[in-house]
């Protein structure tokens, strides 16, 4: 399966809620749905005579969403925890 972008999950998500869906809700890009669509995650409905785009989600596109996210490498190292500089006084003269 291919690791979806964070704009492909979250219109997959708003997909997974509503039957059909309006394009302008989805509020992705065409780039992103032609995605989703060669991935066979959504579907298209036929053309409305309003001429409005509809979507729904397929069922592969129901599995892509509930699998969990891969966690990214980490670019750089972590930060290393330093050594306390404030140093105990001497007990007081008495």
Partial sequence: ???LTS???KALCKLD???WE???QLYVGDKT???LLELVYIERMRALPSGTERFKITREGRTAIHEPV???PKK???LKTLAPRLTTLPPRLK
């Fill in 1 to 3: 399966m291919a690791e």
């Fill in 7 to 9: 704009n492909e999950r």
């Fill in 17 to 19: 809620i509503e039957t």
């Fill in 22 to 24: 309006n394009k302008a």
């Fill in 33 to 35: 749905i032609s995605h």
């Fill in 70 to 72: 891969l966690a990214k």
């Fill in 76 to 78: 750089k190292p972590g």
